[in-house]
């Protein structure tokens, strides 16, 4: 059974876990600030929920 079925090397940007996952939803990396700006707004408008999943993490909390 072949488990690669090949690679991608997104192209640079702030993040390209971004573009990676833009390819991967949608086929095409150039989503990824579209992706990047849905993903934000979840997140601020479930804040509550991700607010509790995340304070479980100690590197989460701000270091002073």
């Known amino acids: 059974m072949k488990q ?4 991608f090397n997104p192209l640079p940007y702030d ?3 971004f573009r990676a996952l833009a390819l ?7 989503q990824c600030k579209l992706l990047k700006a849905k993903v934000i707004a979840i997140l601020n408008k479930k804040n509550l929920f991700y607010q509790q999943f995340f304070r479980s993490f100690p590197s989460s909390k701000p270091s002073s």
């Open 4 to 7: 690669v079925v090949g690679h």
């Open 24 to 30: 991967a939803i949608t086929g095409n990396q150039e």
């Open 15 to 17: 993040n390209c876990g």
